[in-house]
């Protein structure tokens, strides 16, 4: 986690830290950039690598271990937040892509300012890229940032080549610098790949994900605290792919109830941020919540269901976040990081709501000393 200190445009006015949030794909794996040993990035790695390449060969392992490791300590070195890599099946060519986010701090200057010299900057380094200034795509109202599209080769080293020796490679690349408000720090969000084929899938991947990027200050997140409830995004469609997996887990709380009654109304999955950023101030959707009901069930029926669901899905390896007994469990998978479930007993009314919420997909960086999920 970094500290994110923003000085007011008013130097009287107090410093101001904020938390900034963005949303990758699924299928994008984090690496370890914010290891603070070289030991612990390499063990967080070695994991990762095994993990993608279970069914692969121990050569193959090694290799692309000894290539990343080489890529964590680069970005690092750079000073990335955050950075993350895909690898893709396009029809049995393999395809690679990775995504960085910097913090670049700024002093005395305005975001007008900023976006004028970062312009020329970029235009005198790179003569032959396209370098523009462009709206904002995320929603954040007039906002602007700065877009630089062109080549960023880069060398192998000799360990990591597959040919043993050192070996340039072409690589396309998009950067976006957004001032933040404060106009004290500017985020750089960078998409790079080697598979120029694929570039038209990859820029367009890279748009949708800078327009997840949310912030809010330290003391919007502090008003907001006492909001711990998760709240529906208007207007906002939830991912197909996270609804049909609500759906699949839906379907087995259903199960692990073992009851069956009128389920014809309160059926809805929306898009909702949760909790846990919503108490960071931030707002735009993380993730989504399917809500439906049993109706027309005897309470004492509905009170042991309840009871019944906490057992079975404990019992699965799920961690138990709270619990009345009789009228509600709240349960969550992968020790509190999964998906997570309700079930509430609606005494008198012979009925049970179940909220089912898919797991946050935030990446969220903020002041040091906070809590993030």
Avoid at 215 to 244: F, I, K, N, R
Wanted: glycine share 8%; net charge negative; hydrophobic share 40%.
């Amino acid at each position: 986690m970094t500290e994110v200190t923003t000085a007011s445009a008013d130097s009287k006015a107090p410093n101001r830290k904020f938390h900034v949030g963005w949303i990758m794909p699924p299928f994008f794996h984090e690496l370890p950039v914010d290891a603070v040993e070289v030991d612990e990035a390499g063990d967080r790695l070695g994991e990762l690598v095994t993990t993608i390449l279970a069914n692969g060969s121990q050569d193959d392992q090694i290799m692309m271990f000894v290539l990343y490791l080489e890529i964590t300590a680069q970005l690092q070195e750079a000073g990335a937040e955050y950075a993350g890599f895909c690898l893709m099946d396009m029809d049995g060519r393999p395809s690679t892509a990775s995504v960085a986010v910097y913090r670049m701090p700024l002093e005395n200057t305005t975001a007008d300012d900023v976006l004028s010299e970062t312009l020329s900057t970029l235009r005198r380094a790179y003569p032959d890229d396209d370098v523009q200034i462009s709206a904002l795509p995320a929603g954040r109202g007039d906002s602007q940032a700065v877009v630089r599209i062109g080549s960023a080769p880069f060398t192998l080293s000799a360990e990591a080549s597959p040919t043993g020796e050192p070996l340039e490679v072409p690589r396309g690349q998009i950067q976006v610098y957004i001032p933040l408000p404060g106009d004290t720090d500017m985020l750089v969000f960078e998409l790079s790949t080697p598979c120029m084929e694929d570039w038209d899938l990859y820029s367009e991947l890279f748009a949708t994900i800078v327009r997840t990027l949310d912030w809010a200050t330290e003391e919007e997140a502090e008003m907001a605290a006492a909001l711990s409830l998760a709240e529906p995004v208007p207007d906002v469609a939830p991912d197909p792919a996270v609804v049909q997996e609500l759906y699949v887990q839906s379907s087995r709380i259903l199960d692990g109830l073992a009851v069956r009654g009128r389920m014809d109304e309160g059926n809805v999955v929306s898009a909702i941020t949760c909790d846990d950023c919503w108490s960071k101030g931030l707002r735009s959707a993380c993730t989504a919540r399917h809500t439906w009901q049993i109706d027309d069930v005897e309470d004492a029926l509905l009170a042991a269901a309840v009871g019944r669901l906490g057992d079975a899905f404990q019992g699965q390896g799920w961690l138990k976040l709270a619990e009345t007994p009789g009228h509600s469990v709240s349960l969550a998978a992968d020790g509190g990081s999964g998906s997570r479930v309700k079930a509430t007993l609606i005494p008198g009314r012979l009925r049970l709501v179940v909220e089912v919420t898919a797991p946050c997909r935030r990446t969220v960086s903020g002041p040091a000393g906070s809590v993030f999920g």
